[in-house]
């Protein structure tokens, strides 16, 4: 009774060290069982995959061991497999893309000015650092926002001044807006319009002629038929995706509107777009227009796309932003309102910036949407890297019948634009940490 | 109403275009360039090369109509048109002259509103089979697949003949003639058709054209040629005779080697004529007395010399002259009289 300890013929004093788990919870064994065999679903589910996997390496394989780089044609290609691995054997013959790859990066873009091309995309990159990583300091903006004038004059070539010119339409706009911004907004904001207005239609043509007079500052100009390939769906592509993202706030803003004729306008310029096939639009601007435009009238066909998939993109961007915008409370709407703040410094400091984080993924879904279209162009005549180039090339005698590999090729590049684009929506994301508001 | 009005605004609109653009040979002269149609590619046809310099059968037109009217061959601005876009484009006035082996048919010619100034090259539609078919006339081909290029001549072609001869098929539609070749040998369809040119020009291509066959059979009459728009007939006479100076060339035996020579005069006045030595024909469509020498050596020689040097038989595609040889030769060229 007193000693209760004596009873017991044993009691342990110290814990038992771990041991280690069965091998059949550790390692890779504990992994398998648990994500590629958990059930009996799983397990069938694994060995299809599996087997998927490797019939497609097997009959992929051989094709990709047997490239060729050094030919000239695709008879070439095909003696050399045949001498190398056998007569019965098959190989990818990566020749083309060695002798052609100019052609698909460029188009018929004259190989002596591949540089001044090569400078404009570095360039680009440069221009868009400062707006895609805030870590870089602020007056790269600068560069930013002269690179349209930069981009299109280095591209095209030309007269310096007429590019120029252009962009100082925007410098007159800022000085009409700063000398009358004392007398309030609605007095100048038609005013910097109407100052830009006058300056483009009327006095740009002049000055653009005394300066080139007074100080010729041309480089060799380049057609935009010259333009293909990657370098055309990339201008297509920059150009579209920078102008329709201010343009899809505007419509989605206007679609959000009090006012009715705005609402009314955006309603219907949205549904209009959203309603009709990127490749209509496409065709209209090829085709329908030279009807309506006096003979003779060159309206670049390069610049007309960009309209229209911007005008498309735009459509698309104003959505997943009103998405955004619905999604935000009704309470800070409220609160800005309640702060005194005007309408467009609600949305500058308040509405927009929220709205705008919430639509990442969809804005950079339809950029990539967007990025890939450019390859309709090739059904109103221009040569689009995928199939205009790519039957451009199969055309000739020497290149006629390769298939898969100019495909292959355009569409590696593709991917790595657009996984670039990916990444970057997803750094934005984890930084602005849209999870933990 | 307000439809009506519109439709009127696009009538008026449609017949101002048609109207300005009646005198194209001045638009071309001002502009200093001819904007000419051809294919996004066809081999032998029209390709670029890795220089983005085109050549081909049909390019030879533009080049040829380029230096009658201009006085240079590199003074034209290739447009590639599409299957669905051709049209189009020539009736828009986005182009001067259509050369893009485009079949002469009533329709086109006439509800379309085109005037094909010529036939550069007579065609037909064929079949192409595996040999180990066991198929040797195109009538043995009851309850085959074909595949075969949507909006085409040939789609039709193969239901008139099929129907024809009571047989049954299974299309399969595709895009591109690269497509086509490729379920052709993925054996999506036991039989090819196209162009019978363009057969050759894929049989070709093949890693194994000794296991496929041509059919003789030859179902339709493909008379390919270039095109210009209704309502410019100095500019429609200005194509049709520059084909036809290219023809003639050949049958009086002028080639890029000896037209020099001929130019300083010779004793066959037709010759004589047609080089603008005697006479002065190139007034009447508004050019000057040298637009056929001028044509002639900007296409790279006579008819005959661009065949041979573009799609002839020695060339990878390998074609006969067979119905375009000329007249003479048992073929069916045969270009009117230079007088």
């Known amino acids: 009774m007193t000693d209760t300890t004596a009873a017991r013929a044993f009691v342990r004093r110290e814990m038992l060290p771990p041991q280690a788990p069965p091998p059949s919870q550790t390692g890779a064994i504990r992994w398998l069982r648990e994500n590629l065999f958990s059930g009996p679903l799983n397990t069938v589910l694994t060995i299809l995959g599996l087997s998927a996997t490797a019939w497609i390496v097997i009959h992929l394989y051989p094709w990709l061991a047997h490239s060729v780089w050094n030919a000239n044609s695709l008879s070439e290609c095909r003696q050399i497999i045949q001498a190398t691995w056998g007569e019965d054997a098959t190989g990818a013959c ?19 000015l591949y540089g001044r091309a090569l400078l404009a995309l570095v360039l680009l990159f440069a221009a868009l650092a400062p707006v895609l990583f805030a870590g ?3 007056r790269m903006l600068w560069l930013s926002a002269a690179y349209p004038a930069l981009g299109y004059w280095l591209l095209w070539g030309g007269s310096f001044w007429y590019p ?18 004392a007398r309030g907004a609605l007095v100048a904001m038609p005013a910097a319009v109407a100052a830009a207005l006058v300056w483009w239609f009327w006095l740009a043509g002049p000055v653009t002629a005394g300066l080139d007079a007074a100080l010729p500052l041309a480089i060799e100009a380049v057609r935009s038929d010259k333009f293909g390939g990657f370098i055309l769906a990339v201008t297509i592509g920059v150009a579209a995706i920078s102008l329709s993202l201010p343009l899809g706030i505007m419509l989605a803003l206007g679609r959000k509107s009090d006012m009715f004729l705005v609402k009314a306008l955006s309603v219907c310029f949205i549904e209009f777009i959203r309603g009709v096939p990127l490749i209509t639009l496409l065709f209209v601007a090829s085709l329908l227009l030279n009807y309506f435009l006096p003979p003779g009238s060159n309206f670049d066909i390069i610049l007309r796309v960009v309209i229209m998939v911007t005008i498309f993109a735009a459509a698309y961007i104003a959505e997943v932003i009103r998405g955004g915008l619905a999604a935000l409370p009704r309470g800070q709407y409220e609160a800005a309102d309640s702060l005194g703040l005007t309408y467009w410094q609600a ?15 969809g804005i950079v879904s339809t950029f990539i949407g967007l990025f890939k279209d450019t390859t309709l162009v090739v059904f109103v005549g221009l040569l689009d890297p995928l199939k205009g180039i790519t039957d451009a090339v199969r055309a000739t005698i020497e290149w006629k019948g390769i298939y898969w590999e100019p495909y292959i090729f355009v569409g590696a590049i593709f991917f790595a634009f657009n996984f670039g684009m990916s990444r970057y929506s997803m750094y934005l994301e984890r930084k602005l940490k849209r999870d933990h508001r | 109403m307000k439809t009506s009005v519109f439709l009127g605004t696009l009538t008026a609109a449609a017949a101002l275009a048609g109207s300005v653009s009646a005198a194209t040979l001045d638009e071309v002269k001002a502009r200093g360039e001819l904007n000419c149609g051809v294919n996004t590619g066809l081999v032998g046809f029209a390709a670029p090369d890795a220089n983005g310099n085109w050549s081909g059968f049909d390019v030879a037109i533009c080049k040829a109509v380029a230096a009658a009217v201009l006085g240079d061959p590199s003074k034209v601005k290739y447009v590639p048109t599409t299957g669905q876009t051709r049209f189009t484009a020539l009736a828009s006035g986005e182009i001067d002259l259509l050369a893009r082996n485009t079949t002469w048919t009533f329709s086109r010619d006439t509800d379309l509103k085109f005037t094909f100034v010529g036939v550069n090259y007579y065609d037909g539609q064929g079949f192409m089979v595996r040999k180990d078919l066991g198929v040797s006339s195109a009538k043995e081909l009851d309850g085959a697949t074909v595949c075969i290029q949507t909006g085409t001549t040939t789609e039709l072609n193969l239901a008139d003949y099929f129907k024809s001869n009571n047989l049954s098929y299974t299309p399969v539609a595709i895009e591109t003639n690269a497509e086509g070749e490729q379920q052709y040998l993925a054996g999506a369809c036991d039989a090819y058709t196209t162009d019978a040119s363009g057969l050759a020009a894929t049989r070709a291509a093949f890693a194994d054209p000794e296991n496929h066959i041509i059919l003789p059979e030859i179902i339709s009459k493909e008379p390919l040629g270039p095109l210009v728009r209704h309502g410019d007939d100095q500019w429609a006479d200005i194509t049709r005779w520059v084909l036809n100076a290219l023809v003639a060339a050949e049958e009086y035996g002028v080639t890029s080697a000896n037209i020099e020579e001929l130019a300083k005069g010779t004793q066959n006045p ?53 119905l375009n ?15």
């Open chain 1, 94 to 112: 990566w020749a083309v893309i060695r002798e052609r790859w100019p052609q698909f990066l460029f188009g018929f873009y004259p190989s002596h």
């Open chain 1, 136 to 138: 870089l300091p602020r």
């Open chain 1, 164 to 181: 120029a010119m252009l962009m100082a339409g925007f410098a007159v706009a800022a000085l009409a807006w700063r000398a009358l911004s």
């Open chain 1, 347 to 361: 949305q500058q400091l308040i509405i927009l910036p929220q709205a705008l984080k919430i639509s990442i993924p």
């Open chain 2, 270 to 322: 037709e010759i004589n004529r047609l080089l603008g030595t005697e006479g002065d024909l190139g007034a009447f469509i508004g050019l000057d007395k040298d637009w056929a020498k001028r044509a002639i050596i900007g296409a790279g020689g006579n008819y005959g010399e661009i065949f041979a040097a573009t799609i002839g038989e020695s060339t990878p595609i390998g074609l006969a002259r067979g």
């Open chain 2, 325 to 339: 040889a000329q007249w003479t030769q048992g073929g069916l060229l045969y270009a009117p009289p230079f007088r």
